[in-house]
């Protein structure tokens, strides 16, 4: 009721309709937080961009730890993952489900939402970036496409960490402690400290350090499998013949049985030096590094029981990144100049049970069982366990220069040249245990191709990615604005782009009794060439905004995205079935027009905040990943399969009530719709269909009360969530209903000067989250939500 109530005043005040009550005129204002959505210091209620955001204050009050954690409370921004590193992100329902992390390296394509740390992109096929939330100063997300400012992969939005920074005016240090218990799980617990240290007048230094664990909830049970053909039965013809005189030779995993077995770590530092050179100039150096740590699985097999799974493969996560990033920034006349540049090193190792590969794939006999012969009448198909190794090397040096002209005139510009050079070098080992006893020996990469590593690998290991892929990009960009008059501003928006794309080394299949090179050679195989993939194009933004009133802005807003297109690892050779056409060498890129409408309403003497928009966007030329390896390709490939619209509403509210109590929410309602199938090979769902991983309605409720006792502030807080259902896939074949579910959270906290403590329970009545329900693994499992979760936090900072 209370909703409906504060959304029909708030939007009638928008239109001018409201008149200050005076019965709150001396209740305290919102908190209005500065962003940097556009390059420049603003706030964020002066700033023409859908654009949400968490102060520090916020990121405290509600416990935000790691990405999962903070897409509880933006509503428009959802997730398709299997855990800590493991994520896609998707803004405003522009989802496609996530290629598996298997496969991320050697063929996944670019997100369409770009995630920054400060002024880095630091975006991943299938393996976002997962930084710990520490001594940030905010998080910002900005809805709709943003490749103007912020280029290839913004397509769909953009989600910046903007960690903070030495301070020369202020000596501050501090820390944080907490405990906390899942229910039915392991303990897990956090410690944080950071320090701003004034070194001289003009030189500061600060640090922040974090460990956290996190126990696990989920069990590997005892269990046992064996090859069914019963199961799988797309059996490429060429390897059929298993009869009914097959011996099948089972696996159990007793040996790696264990309660609550996913715990996950991280730890890591960030380092911040600042040099105030003079007046005008200023230099900031940053070093960050963390280290991410995973054991087991973070999604269930509902077939077994409520969060077990029988894996038989050891299933660990090691992601650990280095980043180092330097900015000048100083001012010549009115003119303000910033070169930023910043370096990302990455190594993830990772091992995932594989064994339910044997339910799906094409050559699984060929792999796994032994032929009958003279002296054997009968097939035996021996020891089914299958496990995946990976080894994936990142590296990234972006460089942007820009120059904004005086903010306070009304011409103003800001621009610049940008250039990023993304390399990310895959080995993907998949390890088949039958395979030494069937007779296949050690299989080494095709000589004569690009290979990371020229060895042969280990026995067992029947089909290996040994794969480099590169994106060098540079762009030109500027946005230029002009206040018609004192209310009424425009502002065009531009952005020339090349990208140069290439895809070189191999893939791998073993033979029996042959120590060869059957593969392909990707510069040489199926139409693929020694030549790099290239691409330009100009995308384009306009923006007009209206200040109503002091406290009322109106925008409209027409922007473009794109994220690249790249090579396909199965494409250039003949399908399997000649009913399907082949799959190109290539896709392109998958473009969308956005168009929206918004306000951002300060109202009720400013403790009332109402900011929303409409939008229409079209998608087209959506990247679609499939594996058919029946009747098209052995490997996995990328299509332009599909157009799209999606016409929605988002918006966040504020209410200060109260001195002592806040109201805060945010919604999002997405209509998407299947509006065109250009697939050639991939069987999508149909036209009209939904966008999978986007509930129609999603939104969520915090209120919190503050208070004084003696000479304690005392706080409570309860904050809830709700998301409707969704689907799975666009995939026809893979496409299931998500169901709907609502979270609860609450804490009561007490502070005093300079220390705090605060009790908290998350996922208060315990429910399961339908996330992601994936066949990744080729057994079908659903990722969810941490259980009901206990906690104790005290933090302390001196001044």
Same mark, same amino acid.
């Given at each position: 009721?209370?909703?409906?109530?504060?959304?029909?005043?708030?939007?009638?005040?928008?239109?001018?309709?409201?008149?200050?009550?005076?019965?709150?005129?001396?209740?305290?204002?919102?908190?209005?937080?500065?962003?940097?959505?556009?390059? +420049?210091?603003?706030?964020?209620?002066?700033?023409?961009?859908?654009?949400?955001?968490?102060?520090?204050?916020?990121?405290?009050?509600?416990?935000?730890?790691?990405?999962?954690?903070?897409?509880?409370?933006?509503?428009?921004?959802?997730?398709?993952?299997?855990?800590?590193?493991?994520?896609?992100?998707?803004?405003?329902?522009?989802?496609?489900?996530?290629?598996?992390?298997?496969?991320?390296?050697?063929?996944?394509?670019?997100?369409?939402?770009?995630?920054?740390?400060?002024?880095?992109?630091?975006?991943?096929?299938?393996?976002?970036?997962?930084?710990?939330?520490?001594?940030?100063?905010?998080?910002?997300?900005?809805?709709?496409?943003?490749?103007?400012?912020?280029?290839?992969?913004?397509?769909?939005?953009?989600?910046?960490?903007?960690?903070?920074?030495?301070?020369?005016?202020?000596?501050?240090?501090?820390?944080?402690?907490?405990?906390?218990?899942?229910?039915?799980?392991?303990?897990?617990?956090?410690? =944080?400290?950071?320090?701003?240290?004034?070194?001289?007048?003009?030189?500061?230094?600060?640090? !922040?350090?974090?460990?956290?664990?996190?126990?696990?909830?989920?069990?590997?049970?005892?269990?046992?499998?064996?090859?069914?053909?019963?199961?799988?039965?797309?059996?490429?013809?060429?390897?059929?013949?298993?009869?009914?005189?097959?011996?099948?030779?089972?696996?159990?995993?007793?040996?790696?049985? =264990?309660?609550?077995?996913?715990?996950?770590?991280?730890?890591?530092?960030?380092?911040?030096?600042?040099?105030?050179?003079?007046?005008?100039?200023?230099?900031?150096?940053?070093?960050?590094?963390?280290?991410?740590?995973?054991?087991?699985?973070?999604?269930?097999?509902?077939?077994?029981?409520?969060?077990?799974?029988?894996?038989?493969?050891?299933?660990?996560?090691?992601?650990?990144?280095?980043?180092?990033?330097?900015?000048?920034?100083?001012?010549?006349?009115?003119?303000?100049?910033?070169?930023?540049?910043?370096?990302?090193?990455?190594?993830? =190792?990772?091992?995932?049970?594989?064994?339910?590969?044997?339910?799906?794939?094409?050559?699984?006999?060929? @792999?796994?069982?032994?032929?009958?012969?003279?002296?054997?009448?009968?097939?035996?198909?021996?020891?089914?366990?299958?496990?995946?190794?990976?080894?994936?090397?990142?590296?990234?040096?972006?460089?942007?220069?820009?120059?904004?002209?005086?903010?306070?005139?009304?011409? +103003?510009?800001?621009?610049?040249?940008?250039?990023?050079?993304?390399?990310?070098?895959?080995?993907?080992?998949?390890?088949?245990?039958?395979?030494?006893?069937?007779?296949?020996?050690?299989?080494?990469?095709?000589?004569?191709?690009?290979?990371?590593?020229?060895? !042969?690998?280990?026995?067992?290991?029947?089909?290996?990615?040994?794969?480099?892929?590169?994106?060098?990009?540079?762009? #030109?960009?500027?946005?230029?604005?002009?206040?018609?008059?004192?209310?009424?501003?425009?502002?065009?928006?531009?952005?020339?782009?090349?990208?140069?794309?290439?895809?070189?080394?191999?893939?791998?299949?073993?033979?029996?009794?042959?120590?060869?090179?059957?593969?392909?050679?990707?510069?040489?195989?199926?139409?693929?060439?020694?030549?790099?993939?290239?691409?330009?194009?100009?995308?384009?933004?306009?923006?007009?905004?209206?200040?109503?009133?002091?406290?009322?802005?109106?925008?409209?807003?027409?922007?473009?995205?794109?994220?690249?297109?790249?090579?396909?690892?199965?494409?250039?050779?003949?399908?399997?079935?000649?009913?399907?056409?082949?799959?190109?060498?290539?896709?392109?890129?998958?473009?969308?027009?956005? @168009?929206?409408?918004?306000?951002?309403?300060?109202?009720?003497?400013?403790?009332?905040?109402?900011?929303?928009?409409?939008?229409?966007?079209?998608?087209?030329?959506?990247?679609?990943?499939?594996?058919?390896? #029946?009747?098209?390709?052995?490997?996995?490939?990328?299509?332009?399969?599909?157009?799209?619209?999606?016409?929605?509403?988002?918006?966040?509210?504020?209410?200060?009530?109260?001195?002592?109590?806040?109201?805060?929410?945010?919604?999002?309602?997405?209509?998407?719709?299947?509006?065109?199938?250009?697939?050639?090979?991939?069987?999508?769902?149909?036209?009209?269909?939904?966008?999978?991983?986007?509930?129609?309605?999603?939104?969520?409720?915090?209120?919190?009360?503050?208070?004084?006792?003696?000479?304690?502030?005392?706080?409570?807080?309860?904050?809830?969530?709700?998301?409707?259902?969704?689907?799975?896939?666009?995939?026809?074949?893979? +496409?299931?209903?998500?169901?709907?579910?609502?979270?609860?959270?609450?804490?009561?906290?007490?502070?005093?000067?300079?220390?705090?403590?605060?009790?908290?329970?998350?996922?208060?009545?315990?429910?399961?989250?339908?996330?992601?329900?994936?066949?990744?693994?080729?057994?079908?499992?659903?990722?969810?939500?941490?259980?009901?979760?206990?906690?104790?936090?005290?933090?302390?900072?001196?001044?």
């Amino acid at each position: 009721m209370f909703q409906h109530k504060a959304i029909t005043c708030a939007v009638l005040s928008a239109l001018g309709l409201s008149t200050p009550f005076s019965a709150i005129a001396d209740t305290k204002e919102i908190e209005v937080i500065e962003v940097t959505a556009t390059k +420049r210091v603003q706030s964020i209620q002066s700033t023409p961009v859908s654009v949400q955001a968490m102060s520090d204050t916020d990121l405290k009050d509600n416990n935000i730890g790691n990405f999962d954690d903070f897409v509880r409370y933006m509503p428009n921004v959802t997730v398709g993952g299997r855990g800590p590193g493991q994520a896609d992100v998707f803004i405003r329902g522009m989802a496609i489900q996530p290629i598996s992390v298997m496969l991320s390296g050697a063929q996944g394509t670019s997100p369409n939402v770009a995630l920054y740390i400060d002024e880095q992109p630091v975006t991943a096929p299938g393996r976002n970036l997962d930084v710990y939330a520490t001594d940030l100063e905010r998080i910002e997300v900005l809805a709709g496409p943003q490749g103007t400012l912020f280029g290839a992969s913004s397509q769909a939005g953009t989600v910046r960490y903007i960690t903070k920074k030495p301070d020369t005016d202020t000596f501050e240090a501090g820390f944080t402690s907490g405990i906390a218990n899942t229910h039915k799980g392991e303990m897990s617990t956090n410690v =944080e400290g950071f320090i701003n240290l004034p070194i001289t007048d003009d030189l500061a230094f600060r640090a !922040a350090l974090y460990s956290v664990n996190k126990g696990g909830y989920i069990d590997n049970v005892a269990g046992e499998f064996t090859l069914d053909p019963n199961i799988n039965t797309e059996v490429a013809d060429s390897v059929k013949g298993l009869g009914e005189d097959t011996v099948y030779q089972s696996t159990n995993n007793t040996a790696l049985v =264990e309660k609550d077995f996913n715990d996950s770590f991280y730890k890591g530092a960030r380092l911040g030096l600042k040099y105030d050179i003079n007046s005008d100039w200023e230099l900031l150096v940053q070093h960050a590094q963390q280290e991410l740590g995973a054991d087991g699985v973070f999604d269930y097999d509902p077939e077994v029981g409520d969060l077990k799974v029988q894996r038989y493969f050891p299933d660990k996560l090691r992601d650990e990144f280095s980043q180092t990033s330097w900015t000048v920034t100083g001012t010549v006349n009115d003119l303000e100049l910033v070169y930023t540049g910043a370096f990302l090193d990455r190594e993830v =190792e990772q091992a995932i049970d594989y064994t339910g590969y044997n339910n799906s794939g094409a050559f699984i006999p060929w @792999y796994t069982c032994s032929y009958a012969s003279e002296e054997v009448s009968y097939r035996e198909c021996l020891d089914p366990t299958k496990g995946f190794k990976g080894k994936q090397d990142q590296t990234r040096i972006t460089h942007e220069f820009r120059i904004a002209t005086d903010a306070g005139q009304p011409l +103003r510009f800001i621009g610049g040249i940008y250039y990023d050079d993304f390399e990310i070098e895959t080995q993907d080992d998949f390890v088949y245990q039958a395979t030494p006893q069937l007779g296949f020996v050690p299989n080494a990469p095709i000589a004569g191709a690009n290979n990371i590593n020229p060895n !042969a690998r280990a026995p067992g290991v029947a089909f290996f990615n040994d794969i480099t892929r590169t994106e060098e990009q540079i762009a #030109v960009f500027g946005e230029l604005s002009y206040d018609l008059t004192d209310n009424l501003t425009v502002t065009a928006g531009l952005r020339w782009y090349e990208i140069e794309s290439d895809f070189t080394g191999s893939s791998n299949f073993a033979e029996k009794g042959v120590d060869g090179d059957s593969g392909r050679d990707y510069d040489s195989s199926g139409g693929h060439s020694d030549k790099p993939l290239k691409s330009d194009d100009t995308i384009s933004k306009f923006n007009i905004s209206y200040q109503a009133t002091d406290n009322i802005l109106l925008y409209a807003t027409y922007s473009e995205g794109f994220r690249p297109g790249g090579f396909n690892r199965g494409g250039g050779i003949a399908s399997a079935n000649p009913a399907f056409p082949d799959v190109e060498v290539t896709y392109d890129t998958d473009d969308v027009t956005n @168009y929206e409408f918004g306000w951002k309403a300060m109202l009720l003497d400013n403790t009332l905040r109402f900011n929303a928009n409409l939008y229409y966007i079209e998608w087209d030329d959506m990247q679609v990943s499939r594996f058919d390896p #029946v009747n098209v390709s052995i490997l996995t490939f990328i299509e332009n399969a599909a157009d799209s619209e999606i016409k929605g509403f988002e918006g966040d509210i504020a209410w200060q009530a109260t001195d002592n109590l806040t109201l805060l929410g945010a919604f999002s309602y997405n209509d998407t719709e299947l509006t065109a199938l250009n697939a050639q090979v991939i069987e999508m769902a149909p036209i009209g269909s939904s966008l999978p991983l986007t509930p129609e309605f999603q939104g969520n409720l915090r209120a919190r009360y503050d208070w004084e006792v003696g000479e304690y502030m005392v706080n409570w807080q309860v904050a809830g969530q709700y998301a409707g259902s969704s689907y799975s896939s666009i995939v026809d074949s893979e +496409r299931q209903k998500q169901d709907s579910y609502s979270l609860l959270n609450a804490s009561i906290g007490i502070e005093k000067e300079s220390w705090s403590a605060k009790i908290y329970i998350d996922n208060l009545t315990d429910k399961r989250a339908e996330l992601f329900i994936n066949n990744q693994d080729d057994i079908p499992r659903v990722s969810t939500n941490r259980p009901r979760t206990m906690g104790l936090s005290f933090t302390y900072t001196y001044y």
